[in-house]
């Protein structure tokens, strides 16, 4: 994307973990330029004065006073759906961190206002921009692995204590790894997999104990007719989860010999992010005997929230469309719900297809 002469004013509203990443992305873009800041705790005003712009603590405020383009919730699930209305109402262009809402029903309510304001909604599922992602769509698009079968999918990882004594509401209802992380992986196989028509699970707490599941087994029917299996756990010594194995975020120790996918078709398999590739060279000579050709194709991996960003931007100016709707971000709410429900009830779950 080519420099704007008029910088896009952009907002960021709630200044966690994540805030903060947006922060640091939109003051290195030269494309747009951070405006303001939200958030109720008063010692983000500190963070505020250190970047250079306005801080408020309310929404309203910053609607009231400031002139924008774009603002960036990132603020608590519960928040997100009155927020987003607060910007529609006042025509600004929205990036909502997933998930979209706390409940499918605020984020039907959601999707009803921004398609009748015609707004611009753009959810922050932002696996969506990496490149590991996009090599992997073109590969199973290619028809590399012939027709696609099946889906493996893990992300297991260990949350350590402090995690759960630093906000005791994540051993509460809602504060497991389905609604907190899950979300991410249903993304990530649909666009790889395709839609997600049925769901079966099991979860467990045993090992620590809390109200809230911390491992869970998925079975994923897709609309296709490939099926998915998928391992959850947040208290496992493993390093299977995405944040370990892409390389992405800095944050995290890196394991490049893990996968944390593997989709297999009927000419051959893709293990991702490691990016092996194993396929039949005679596609007509297929057998458990042959050998396969074997690569391991290679991927310039960037940080997808800059690119995220990047989009945002090109949105704003109508260059381009959402490459992750509303509904999208409602379809990923849909899912992780019925996996929940799955897990209580014991019965497959099917799901609501995307209008």
């Not at 705790?41 to 309310?58: F, H, I, M, Q, R």
């Not at 605020?106 to 696996?127: D, F, S, T």
């Not at 969506?128 to 027709?147: C, D, F, H, N, P």
């Not at 009927?266 to 992010?273: D, H, K, Q, R, V």
Request: overall charge negative; aromatic content about 6%; charged content about 25%.
């Amino acid at each position: 994307m080519e420099t704007a002469v008029n910088k896009i004013r952009i907002a960021v509203v709630g200044v966690g973990l994540i805030g903060k990443r947006h922060i640091e992305c939109i003051q290195a873009d030269s494309n747009c330029e951070l405006s303001a800041i939200v958030d109720p705790e008063p010692s983000v005003e500190g963070t505020a004065l250190k970047e250079g712009v306005c801080y408020y603590k309310k929404l309203e405020e910053l609607l009231e006073k400031d002139c924008l383009d774009g603002m960036i919730l990132a603020t608590p699930n519960q928040l997100h759906v009155e927020q987003a209305l607060k910007g529609i109402e006042a025509g600004i262009a929205i990036l909502i961190e997933k998930p979209l809402a706390h409940t499918v029903e605020e984020g039907e309510r959601l999707c009803e206002a921004a398609n009748v304001a015609k707004a611009k909604i753009l959810v922050g599922h932002h696996r969506a921009y990496s490149t590991i992602m996009t090599s992997s769509r073109q590969i199973v698009e290619q028809g590399l692995l012939g027709k696609l079968v099946a889906v493996m999918g893990s992300a297991m990882f260990y949350k350590p204590n402090e995690y759960f004594d630093n906000a005791p509401w994540r051993c509460q209802s809602g504060g497991g790894p389905i609604l907190l992380n899950m979300i991410h992986e249903v993304h990530n196989l649909r666009m790889l997999c395709g839609e997600i028509v049925e769901v079966q699970a099991f979860s467990s707490n045993k090992t620590r104990g809390f109200l809230v599941e911390d491992t869970v087994a998925i079975n994923l029917k897709f609309a296709n007719s490939i099926l998915g299996t998928f391992l959850l756990s947040d208290t496992v010594g493993s390093a299977r989860s995405w944040e370990q194995t892409s390389q992405e975020d800095k944050s995290f120790s890196t394991y490049p010999d893990e996968d944390c996918y593997v989709i297999v078709g009927t000419s051959g398999s893709l293990a991702i992010p490691t990016m092996r590739l194993k396929t039949y060279e005679k596609h007509e000579d297929k057998s458990w005997w042959k050998p396969f050709k074997t690569d391991k194709i290679e991927v310039k991996r960037t940080d997808p929230l800059k690119r995220q960003l990047e989009h945002f931007c090109a949105m704003i100016y109508d260059h381009e469309k959402p490459i992750v709707t509303a509904q999208d971000g409602l379809q990923n709410l849909r899912i992780t719900e019925a996996i929940v429900e799955a897990t209580q009830t014991g019965k497959s779950v099917n799901i609501m297809p995307m209008t």
